[in-house]
């Protein structure tokens, strides 16, 4: 397939070069201020990020999640809702990395193209790690009280988890 | 908020971990997990490092207040507290277009930057501004029209057709955004009255 994607990064970096370049900006200098920005910026975050990673792996890997399904299984196979898929809507605002790999063993087990692998596909697009981007962004600027804003990410995210089950389920159903 | 999670979590999957037996696990969990940390960080650094560098230079030659300038009427209308000529809107727009790119790992300095911006300003620094909230909402939404990630999973699991899913996810991460920012605007909404 020919990607697209492949091209803009490219090209974004020499557009803003060049242009700088023609504007006479002294782009080596900007570039060295910039890069320790991100220097310390990468300092900021590292002690949110490792705290988010050390109570996410713990809360991942003792399994209640799947425990949790055991209760829900009779419910869902009613509704007619695939198992299998279940732990990824879950884990999907909690750690992106876990969401990828559940969806990665479902495309190996059931095949990308399969109702649950599509279905896996659209859950992964429809939102992002919505509680760990809360935990970088505020953990960056050192923001403890954040209003409404889990609850606003939270609230999308539902959203976005029912609406990839009944999109699915009407283009490819 | 952040700590009540945080404490859930570790309360929580400690808790069900030595109800469970696996006392073993839980010490594994607790010995490596900053060194898994750790290496996230790692992955990000460079590319932090890099794009913070670049910017700088699109700071420098005006190039970000140009195109925050084009994407000013919209993104006024979203974050209605900020002043049109606010330096955070640069950032906000170009974390938004990475994301809808499905450039995440791009995305992130530059949200990471914006959300230093709006805390110049802000006059409570323990506290999140409405701006801030917004923000963060349209970045948990993650507006992504080309998931390359996923499409470059669904290609290497041997799928006719990996890009099929590009509109049914535009749909649901669209209905999932909007229903965000209207959550978002109700509370603001709440909030003046």
């Known amino acids: 397939m020919f990607n697209l994607s492949n091209y803009i990064v490219p090209i974004f970096v020499l557009s803003i070069v060049i242009y700088a370049f023609h504007k006479k900006v002294n782009i080596y200098e900007s570039f060295l201020i910039g890069a320790k920005e991100g220097l310390i ?17 713990i809360f991942l890997n003792s399994h209640f999640l799947e425990f949790l399904f055991q209760f829900l299984t009779p419910f869902l196979n009613q509704v007619g809702i695939p198992i299998s898929v279940l732990p990824m809507a879950l884990v999907r605002p909690i750690s992106g990395t876990a969401s990828l790999a559940i969806m990665t063993n479902i495309f190996a087990s059931f095949g990308p193209d399969s109702f649950v692998g599509r279905l896996a596909s659209n859950l992964q697009g429809c939102t992002d790690t919505t509680i760990y981007v809360l935990a970088l962004y505020f953990g960056s600027i050192r923001v403890t009280k954040t209003g409404h804003a889990l609850q606003a990410g939270l609230f999308a995210d539902f959203v976005g ?13 | ?59 420098d030659s005006r190039i970000l207040e140009g195109f925050s300038k084009l994407v000013r009427p919209l993104l006024s209308k979203l974050f209605p ?9 640069g950032y906000i727009a170009s974390n938004i277009a990475a994301n809808a790119l499905g450039l995440g790992s791009a995305a992130t300095p530059f949200g990471l930057k914006a959300m230093e911006c709006l805390q110049e300003d802000n006059p409570k620094k323990d506290t999140a501004t409405e701006a801030m909230i917004t923000f963060l909402v349209l970045n948990t939404g993650g507006v992504t029209i080309v998931p390359t990630t996923v499409i470059a999973l669904r290609m290497m699991y041997g799928s006719a057709n990996p890009s099929e899913i590009i509109l049914t996810s535009i749909l649901a991460t669209f209905t999932s955004n909007i229903a965000g920012l209207i959550f978002d605007y109700i509370k603001r909404r709440k909030k003046h009255v």
């Open chain 1, 41 to 57: 910026t990468t300092f900021k975050i590292a002690p949110a990020v490792i705290a988010m990673v050390f109570v996410t792996n």
């Open chain 1, 161 to 173: 988890i029912v609406v990839a089950f009944v999109i699915t389920f009407l283009f490819f159903g």
């Open chain 2, 1 to 59: 908020m952040v700590t009540y999670i945080w404490v859930f979590f570790l309360i929580v999957g400690s808790g069900f971990m030595i109800f469970t037996g696996n006392i073993e696990g839980l010490n594994n969990q607790i010995l490596k997990g900053g060194a898994d940390g750790i290496a996230l960080l790692m992955d990000m650094l460079p590319l932090l490092v890099l794009w913070t560098g670049i910017m700088k230079i699109a700071e």
């Open chain 2, 81 to 89: 507290s900020l002043p049109t000529n606010h330096p955070a809107l």
